[in-house]
């Protein structure tokens, strides 16, 4: 049977915004993380990081820089009694310094290559999913994905460059209420 998942923008959805990408120490959960994430593994939801890392072109840190990241993040989860299913990143950029990674491609959000792989990969049922994201960008890659999705407003969405695809089933002010409001909505499935 397929899985449900809750993908997870890295930064401002599950762990504080602090601009240290690939600085795993200073990466810490968003505060309510635990009880929040606990709420939907309980109704079978399994999680998925997802963030565009486009640091990696722009030749700021390099890709192997990344396997701490998801170490960590792994490792604050389960401090939780969280599991983390996957951790899938884009590393490109159109412009980036290093020709490797400088291309356009269609896993950079707001494109939901990321997703659609973590779904072929695990057997995800994506209409079953949602994405939670802290910009419009998340959004769109998650609804051009066919998941629902759950906007945190908390300040990091700054331009409002709304569009097709980049409408939110709902916006919120946290996790704790973003998953809240993924709950009621599985409960209410028939
Ligand atoms: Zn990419």
Redesign the pocket.
């Known amino acids: 049977m397929s899985m449900k998942a809750v993908f997870l923008e890295q930064d401002g959805a599950l762990t504080d915004d602090n601009g240290g990408h690939a600085n795993p120490r200073c990466i810490t959960l968003c505060s309510g993380a635990g009880p929040a994430l606990r709420l939907l593994a309980r109704l079978d939801y399994r999680f998925f990081v997802v963030s565009n890392q486009d640091g990696v072109a722009h030749g700021h840190f390099a890709e192997a820089a990344l396997e701490p990241v998801r170490h960590r993040l792994a490792d604050l989860l389960f401090r939780e009694q969280l599991g983390l299913d996957g951790f899938y990143y884009?590393?490109?950029h159109p412009d980036g310094r290093i020709a490797a990674y400088a291309l356009d491609?269609?896993?950079?959000q707001p494109m939901p290559?990321l997703l659609l792989k973590a779904a072929r990969e695990h057997d995800i049922d994506l209409q079953a999913s949602w994405m939670i994201g802290a910009i419009l960008h998340d959004i769109e890659a998650g609804n051009r994905a066919g998941c629902r999705t759950v906007l945190i407003d908390s300040g990091n969405e700054t331009e409002w460059r709304l569009g097709r695809h980049r409408l939110p089933t709902r916006v919120v002010s946290d996790l704790c209420a973003a998953a809240d409001v993924i709950a009621a909505a599985d409960t209410a499935r028939p």
Not at 105 to 108: D, F, M, S, V
Request: charged share 10%; net charge positive; with cysteine.
């Open positions: 884009c590393p490109h491609c269609l896993c950079r290559g």
